[in-house]
């Protein structure tokens, strides 16, 4: 059974390692993570299976605009729709505070997250000026503000 839940505190640890494996260049520090952990506008929520941490997504609400930071499921948990749910959860809690719109950066490389992205309605705004790891990365967004609206 999968569950996803509020990250607490004492999985800050194992969140570390997670970043450290899949966003090494962020070069994260336990401190950062604490930091971030403890704002008023940043959500951190867990994806639990088996009893095991598979997964978190980090995002954050400024003003009416969301932003998904960091996304990560465990190699040995991929491909079993763990990232879908964590966005959901996700979007749910962002409508719930009244966010209309929410934008994210992914290196355009990343094909794999780019079609989970696609999936959840995400699509291509632009590709940015910067770069991240060396990486061409682009800003992809999605509307909240018309969803449940009948057309
Ligand atoms: C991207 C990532 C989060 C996807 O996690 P996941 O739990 O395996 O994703 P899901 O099972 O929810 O996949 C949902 C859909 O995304 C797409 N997708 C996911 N992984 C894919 C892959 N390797 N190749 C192609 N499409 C993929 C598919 O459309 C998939 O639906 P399907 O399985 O029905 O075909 C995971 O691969 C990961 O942690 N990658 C490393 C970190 C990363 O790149 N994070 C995003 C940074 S912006």
Do not use: W
């Amino acid at each position: 059974m999968l569950s996803i839940d509020k990250v607490q505190e004492t999985d800050l640890k194992e969140l570390k390692q997670l970043i450290l494996e899949e966003f090494p260049y962020t070069k994260p520090k336990i401190e950062g993570i604490m930091q971030r952990f403890r704002k008023q506008n940043v959500f951190l929520l867990k994806a639990v299976k088996e009893n095991t941490l598979a997964g978190f997504i980090d995002f954050e609400l400024n003003g009416f605009e969301g932003m998904i930071i960091g996304l990560s499921v465990k190699k040995e948990f991929r491909r079993q729709g763990i990232a879908g749910k964590l966005i959901e959860k996700a979007l749910d809690v962002l409508k719930e505070n009244n966010c209309v719109e929410v934008k994210l950066i992914v290196k355009q490389e990343n094909l794999p997250a780019i079609k989970l992205y696609e999936k959840t309605g995400f699509s291509k705004t632009k590709v940015l000026d910067k770069r991240i790891d060396k990486a061409v990365v682009q800003e992809m967004s999605l509307s909240l503000s018309m969803q449940g609206f009948a057309a």
